[in-house]
């Protein structure tokens, strides 16, 4: 999906709306076990809940690699049941030397056809060139996360600037708006205000919406541009927002909560 594909539906749906689909079958309603493929009879009633108002679901792979073979399964159901005018992203945090990054983007972007990866950049260019070279496809870079480590590195003072200011700065440079996102956390408004006068044109991936403590006013008053620019993403907030048989419908009121906000700054 390119870029021009992704702001119409963002303006159509009057959302910013990303569903985190981080299935852990620890937390799934208990009849749904009785299914042949439980995360995927969950992913589905999800789908269909929130399709109305949400712009992207973002898959967190691990929450499917740690199941084994069945968890790809699973995994490889729920993506090919998004509608294909909603944004995917492999939440999968790749990065490695050029020619293992050149399989990771063959991964995610062709056997599994996602828009778009999470990468991590430590390794430099070449970990995160070889996801560039493939048209409508985008790599979300991390940039700058809400956990409590990321002082450890990324605020570190590093030649006048701090580490996450100079990842953004040279990753940036490696691509454009058109195939390059960032990762960027949602607790802080200084900092969001700060990232966006960095990169005042790319799209950034913001987690931390919900139950981590950030919120809609706050990311749409300091990091949307005229494109939009954001996708919230929000995972236990709204999947996790019932546990009984009524689930989905717990789970369509929250989505839609979310998008109501959303819509009074679109």
Avoid at 124 to 129: P, R, T, W
Avoid at 199 to 209: K, M, R, S, T, W
Wanted: contains cysteine.
């Amino acid at each position: 999906m390119n870029r021009a594909e992704l702001v119409k539906i963002i303006r159509e749906k009057k959302s910013v709306l990303c569903v985190g689909l981080d299935t852990d079958l620890n937390k799934i309603p208990k009849h749904l076990l009785e299914e042949e493929d439980p995360a995927f009879a969950f992913n589905k009633a999800i789908i269909d809940a929130t399709r109305d108002v949400a712009v992207a679901y973002k898959i967190n792979t691990a929450f499917y690699e740690a199941q084994g073979l069945k968890g790809w399964i699973s995994m490889e159901k729920t993506l090919n049941y998004i509608p294909k005018n909603i944004f995917t992203i492999a939440d999968a945090k790749r990065g490695d030397i050029g020619n293992t990054s050149e399989q990771y983007a063959r991964t995610f972007f062709y056997t599994y056809p996602y828009d778009s990866v999470t990468v991590a950049p430590y390794m430099g260019a070449d970990s995160v060139q070889p996801f560039l070279q493939f048209e409508d496809k985008w790599a979300i870079v991390l940039g700058l996360t809400s956990n409590a480590g990321s002082a450890d590195f990324q605020l570190q003072d590093c030649s006048n600037e701090k580490l996450y200011e100079k990842v953004l700065r040279t990753v940036a440079s490696w691509g454009t708006p058109e195939n390059i996102m960032f990762v960027i956390g949602a607790t802080r408004k200084e900092q969001l205000q700060h990232v966006r006068s960095l990169l005042p044109e790319h799209f950034f991936l913001i987690p931390g919406v919900g139950a981590q403590g950030g919120d809609v006013a706050t990311v749409c008053d300091n990091a949307l541009n005229k494109d939009g620019g954001v996708l919230i993403n929000v995972s236990r907030g709204i999947i996790y927002a019932g546990s009984g048989t009524d689930f989905a419908e717990k789970a369509a009121v929250a989505a839609k909560e979310y998008q109501q906000q959303m819509a009074a700054y679109l």
